[in-house]
C-alpha cells in the first residue's frame, strides 16, 4: 500500500510560480510510475503530467507544455510539479497519483493509488 502526501499548493497571481511535491511511503517508490492530475470545480479530473520510475520520459498535456516540469528524486521518495507562467484557468485541485504499470499513464485508471490533492489557485 502507497501512501501519497501532496504540498505546495497555494492562492497566487497570473504569471506567478508554484512547486508542488507529492511525498510516497509505504512501498518501493521507484518501483512505480508517477503522475499529476487536477480537476477544476464541476469539471473531470484530468491528466497533468507523468513520469516513468527512473525518469527518463516524461508526458504533457498539450495546455501546460513549456510551463509545466515534473521531476522526482527516487532517494527522496518524492515527486515535483515545477509551474511556471501560472493562468487562471490552471486553477485546480492537484492530485498526485502512483502506478505500477507503464500503460495507459495519461488516464485515471493507469493509476491505483492517489493523494488527497492541493489547491492552487491563480487569481488573474
Known amino acids: 500500500q502507497v501512501q501519497l502526501v501532496e504540498s505546495g499548493g497555494g492562492l497566487v497571481q497570473a504569471g506567478d510560480s508554484l512547486r508542488l511535491s507529492c511525498t510516497a511511503s509505504g512501498g518501493t517508490f521507484s518501483r512505480y510510475h508517477m503522475a499529476w492530475f487536477r480537476q477544476a470545480p464541476g469539471k473531470e479530473r484530468e491528466f497533468v503530467s507523468a513520469i516513468i520510475w527512473d525518469g527518463r520520459d516524461t508526458y504533457y498535456t498539450d495546455s501546460v507544455k513549456g510551463r509545466f516540469t515534473i521531476s522526482r528524486d527516487n532517494a527522496k521518495n518524492i515527486i515535483y510539479l515545477l509551474m511556471n507562467s501560472l493562468k487562471p484557468e490552471d486553477t485546480a485541485v492537484y492530485y498526485c497519483?502512483?502506478?505500477?504499470?507503464?500503460?495507459?499513464?495519461?488516464?485515471?485508471?493507469?493509476?491505483?493509488?492517489w493523494g488527497q490533492g492541493t489547491q492552487v489557485t491563480v487569481s488573474s
Open positions: 497519483a502512483a502506478a505500477s504499470s507503464k500503460i495507459g499513464l495519461t488516464t485515471r485508471r493507469a493509476f491505483e493509488y
